[in-house]
């Protein structure tokens, strides 16, 4: 069964509209990580934002917002005011187990997100 | 955060030839470092786990004689790709956790083109 899984291989959406991509998640592990990162066409991996399983609010940062439902086994992203720098590939990611610096991420597929203006 | 720097950015070989792509943390000391190989249009899929001193853990599917690690010291892992075929073409990326609990910090990929 796939761990992470992002059932939205791409979207359009409008310059200034919010967006939410779509992670759902599969783990036993009572505690374990979220991790939303950005690839633009350069292909370098920016962090986003993190939701820790124990944590109680909705992570935010700027205009990225989590939407942690965790009886659902879900983390959407939501991305407010989307902007034309917002144009790439967006991917959810699991760290499983406490924080530690072994700990490896396993990679949803992806969603292409592309702002029209 | 951690800087990681990836050499070289892109390569070109020859099929049958071998590859060394090197992962460097500039200004942490990684005990554990991570390679990720992309396709195209795909994700990050681990390859495996680089230990310094040790052994690499590899992930299911990766063949090890195929793609050496070797993490001699806290701040560089190398990825040798040996006798590269063009199947192996893809985009590598290596990482390392940080000492916060959220960071993972991800070099800038280096992309391998097999002739």
């Known amino acids: 069964a796939q761990k992470i899984t992002q059932t939205q291989p791409g979207m359009f959406v409008q310059e200034k509209e919010a967006v939410t991509l779509d992670c759902t998640y599969d783990t036993s592990d009572p505690s374990y990580g979220l991790f939303w990162y950005k690839q633009p066409s350069s292909g370098e991996m920016i962090f986003l934002i993190y939701?820790?399983?124990?944590?109680?609010q909705n992570a935010t940062e700027g205009r990225y917002s989590l939407n942690f439902q965790k009886a659902r086994k879900s983390a959407n992203l939501v991305i407010s005011a989307s902007q034309l720098g917002d144009s790439a590939m967006y991917f959810c990611?699991?760290?499983?187990?406490?924080?530690?610096?072994?700990?490896?991420?396993?990679f949803g597929g992806g969603t292409r997100v592309l702002v029209k203006p | 955060g951690a800087v990681v720097s990836q050499h070289p950015s892109w390569v070109i070989c020859k099929s049958g030839t071998s590859v060394k792509i090197e992962c460097r943390s500039l200004?942490?000391?990684?005990?554990?470092m991570f390679w990720y190989r992309q396709f195209p249009k795909q994700s990050l899929m681990l390859m495996a786990t680089s230990n310094e001193g040790s052994k690499a853990t590899y992930e299911q599917g990766v063949e090890k004689d195929k793609f050496l690690i070797n993490h001699a010291s806290l701040t560089l892992s190398t990825l040798t790709v040996t006798s590269a075929h063009p199947e192996d073409s893809s985009f590598y990326i290596c990482?390392?956790?940080?000492?916060?609990?959220?960071?993972?910090?991800f070099g800038p990929g280096t992309r391998l083109t097999v002739l």
């Open positions: 990611a699991m760290r499983e187990g406490p924080p530690a610096a072994g700990n490896k991420l396993t």
């Open positions: 200004d942490f000391q990684a005990t554990t």
């Open positions: 939701q820790g399983s124990y944590d109680q």
């Open positions: 990482s390392h956790g940080g000492i916060s609990y959220n960071e993972q910090f």
